[in-house]
């Protein structure tokens, strides 16, 4: 599941437990509903080079949508086409909108290929933030490239973690005997397999030493990179309580993308006490500290990796100590906490009380 699908729908199962009432607007298909709120599906494009990836279609649709609703804050999650609608409908209701960034769209187009298009994506960008009266940024380092972008209004709002389902007790024996039966150190990758997340860099990793390779998830690249990994155990996508057990089963977690806002899988690792190896740019950067919870790379380096990955595998009480440390540097990032942080965004953009939000 992408990044900003999980948290909407983090946000929207904790709006229920506090008694709010949501409307989800968002490009089909779908589900009709989640956490007890209806979902209206507008028309949606797939993206010929990353089918999973759907993109949202303006439409007028959103205007009555929102007018029939009422609502009192227009929470955009990563606008961009649809998200352009709502803003706009929420202006022609004076209705006050909190805009989240959390995609890096130049970045995610300069991995397939769609080169010299920073400058519109940016003033895409920047033209619909500005009419936010809002713009939430999930890391130091993208809250940074924004202001430098002259993008107004803007606030830190990291992403919360599930404690309890990424959490060191799952960590399982009989699993890791299975995916290294010859005691090998468990090192993995947990993410989509798809070009802005550079998995291809994995294949820098082949050769090491004792170590079993595990790459956790699916998407278009998976193909190249089995034939590129023919020794790397693939579990496909997983999620749940095998999920939860894969991820405290490792010993090194690494992370290859380089264009992160913030990065769930890294926080999710760390929350299950797992140390990081991630590359230094973007959100990594306030997540990972180096010596501390893991290691970071320079993004481009790929021997940087292999040779930060090489340190952990060589020095068990190294990993140790660094994965108590990960599960204790997540610690107050729980979703509920990062949720109520969002309301007091709500709050503060409409200057008083109330209970029902569109998202």
């Not at 086409?81 to 929420?90: K, V």
């Not at 606030?155 to 995916?179: I, K």
């Amino acid at each position: 599941m992408n990044g900003v699908t999980n948290s909407v729908c983090r946000v929207l199962e904790h709006l229920s437990g506090r008694g709010h009432e949501v409307l989800v607007v968002a490009p089909g298909p779908g589900p009709g509903d989640h956490a007890g709120h209806p979902v209206r599906s507008t028309p949606g494009v797939v993206l010929p080079f990353y089918r999973s990836f759907v993109v949202g279609l303006p439409t007028r649709q959103v205007s009555s949508v929102l007018r029939d609703f009422g609502p009192d804050v227009v929470h955009l999650a990563s606008p961009l086409m649809l998200g352009a609608s709502g803003i706009a409908a929420a202006r022609r209701l004076d209705v006050p909108t909190v805009a989240v960034f959390q995609t890096d769209l130049a970045g995610f187009a300069a991995r397939y290929g769609l080169r010299g298009v920073d400058p519109v994506v940016w003033a895409w960008l920047r033209h619909i933030h500005e009419k936010a009266d809002r713009t939430l940024v999930p890391s130091s380092p993208t809250l940074e490239e924004l202001r430098r972008r002259a993008f107004p209004r803007l606030r830190l709002w990291a992403r919360g973690v599930d404690d309890q389902r990424f959490h060191p007790r799952h960590r399982s024996a009989e699993l890791r005997a299975r995916l290294a039966p010859g005691g090998e150190v468990l090192v993995g990758y947990v993410g989509r397999l798809a070009a802005e997340k550079r998995p291809w860099m994995l294949s820098h990793l082949t050769g090491l030493p004792g170590v079993r390779l595990v790459v956790v998830g699916d998407g278009p690249a998976e193909r190249r990179l089995r034939r590129s990994l023919p020794d790397a155990v693939f579990t496909g996508f997983r999620t749940g309580s095998e999920l939860s057990e894969l991820v405290a089963s490792l010993d090194v977690f690494v992370h290859t993308g380089a264009d992160e806002t913030f990065c769930q899988a890294v926080q999710e690792g760390l929350a299950a006490g797992v140390p990081v190896v991630a590359p230094a740019a973007g959100g990594p950067l306030d997540l990972v500290r180096p010596g501390h919870n893991g290691l970071l790379y320079p993004p481009n380096d790929p021997a940087a990796l292999r040779a930060a990955v090489a340190t952990l595998v060589a020095d068990p009480a190294l990993r140790r100590q660094m994965g108590d440390n990960a599960r204790s540097s997540v610690h107050g990032r729980d979703w509920s906490t990062i949720c109520d942080e969002l309301i007091g965004h709500y709050d503060e953009v409409r200057h008083g009380t109330s209970t029902r939000w569109a998202a």
